[in-house]
């Protein structure tokens, strides 16, 4: 019987864009080095959930 996978909590790192006064979803770093200049625009941060699970309870504002 196949054992299940084990990976830590953070094992992709991920960015959420600010921009225009719009929360963007959040994209995987090589997605958003791939995006053109203009699309590159505005603040990027990683999310910040407080416990495991936590940034998918964040609202999404767009």
Same mark, same amino acid.
């Given at each position: ?11 992709? /790192?991920? /960015? ?5 006064? @719009? ?7 090589? /997605? ?23 940034? @998918? ?6």
């Amino acid at each position: 019987m196949p054992e299940p996978d084990i990976c830590d909590a953070l094992d992709q /790192v991920c /960015v959420i864009r600010v921009h225009d006064d @719009r929360i963007h979803l959040p994209s995987y770093l090589g /997605v958003a080095a791939a995006l053109r200049p203009m699309e590159q625009s505005g603040t990027w941060s990683p999310p910040h959930p407080d416990v495991g699970g936590a940034a @998918r309870a964040y609202p999404s504002h767009g």
